[in-house]
């Protein structure tokens, strides 16, 4: 999955506590909000091919930012 430079930095920077995290597409829409002990290797999990849900693909197409709550 290729992201954007913007997505791809704020991944990199995400905290490894625990939290909420919200992926929103280009409209600031949420599309999918999960929760996670560590949001980084969760979140990193979608776009490392770690999640093998069917409609994962779909969604990560879709998302154009991803935010936080600690």
């Known amino acids: 999955?290729?992201?954007?430079?913007?997505l791809a930095e704020k991944v990199a920077r995400l905290p490894s506590e625990s939290g909420v995290?919200?992926?929103?597409?280009i409209h600031g829409k949420v599309l999918y909000v999960g929760k996670a002990t560590s949001l980084r290797s969760r979140v990193r999990s979608y776009f490392g091919g770690g999640d093998s849900r069917y409609q994962i693909p779909a969604l990560l197409r879709l998302i154009t930012t991803v935010d936080v709550i600690v």
Do not use: I, P, Q, V
Request: charged share 25%; net charge negative; proline share 0%.
């Open 1 to 6: 999955m290729h992201l954007s430079d913007a």
């Open 21 to 25: 995290y919200l992926f929103k597409d």
